[in-house]
């Protein structure tokens, strides 16, 4: 038996796959290239050592386990948690699950000499900007966590 699109083209067992949905809450995706998982958090370019394959390329995986791999990051402290509105205070952030290249900002500017110093600490330089509380945020490779009135410029 073979399987063939509407438009002819018989298809193999991988393309007869990658065009199927899934109809559960928890689809399951295939990885259609190798996916090697960062065994370290300190911005080593790639490839380096400190690697392991993850998903090799064909793998079929359930959606959740799949983005488990991008926990949302956390945001528990800034120190200090004030600094003058002219900017150049280096701050600290503490919190969870930062990412190798991760971007903060501060009142939503741009936070300069940003260090990800390993997966629970951040070093940056804030902007300036007018007084008042300002949000921290921070980008990583799950998206962006905000941690409103974190940091007060004067």
Same mark, same amino acid.
């Given at each position: 038996?073979?399987?063939?699109?509407?438009?002819?083209?018989?298809?193999?067992?991988?393309a007869a796959l990658a065009k199927t949905a899934a109809v559960t809450p928890d689809p399951i995706l295939q990885v259609?290239?190798?996916?090697?998982?960062?065994?370290?958090?300190d911005g080593t370019p790639w490839p380096g050592a400190g690697r392991e394959l993850l998903y090799p390329a064909g793998?079929?995986?359930?959606?959740?386990?799949?983005?488990?791999?991008?926990?949302?990051?956390?945001?528990?402290?800034?120190?200090?948690?004030?600094?003058?509105?002219?900017?150049?205070?280096?701050?600290?952030?503490?919190?969870?699950?930062?990412?190798?290249?991760? #971007?903060?900002?501060?009142? @939503?500017? !741009?936070?300069?000499?940003? %260090?990800?110093? *390993? /997966?629970? $600490?951040? +070093?940056?330089? #804030?902007?300036?900007?007018? @007084?008042? !509380?300002?949000?921290?945020? %921070?980008?990583? *490779? /799950?998206? $962006?966590? +905000?941690?409103?009135?974190?940091?007060?410029?004067?």
């Amino acid at each position: 038996m073979t399987i063939h699109t509407g438009a002819g083209t018989q298809l193999t067992k991988t393309a007869a796959l990658a065009k199927t949905a899934a109809v559960t809450p928890d689809p399951i995706l295939q990885v259609t290239e190798n996916l090697y998982k960062s065994l370290r958090h300190d911005g080593t370019p790639w490839p380096g050592a400190g690697r392991e394959l993850l998903y090799p390329a064909g793998y079929l995986v359930r959606t959740s386990d799949f983005t488990r791999h991008f926990p949302d990051a956390v945001i528990a402290t800034v120190t200090p948690n004030n600094g003058p509105a002219a900017g150049g205070t280096a701050i600290t952030i503490k919190g969870e699950s930062f990412t190798p290249g991760s #971007t903060v900002q501060v009142g @939503a500017v !741009a936070a300069t000499s940003v %260090v990800v110093v *390993d /997966a629970e $600490t951040i +070093t940056c330089v #804030t902007p300036a900007k007018t @007084a008042g !509380a300002q949000a921290v945020a %921070v980008t990583t *490779d /799950a998206g $962006t966590v +905000t941690k409103a009135g974190a940091f007060t410029t004067t």
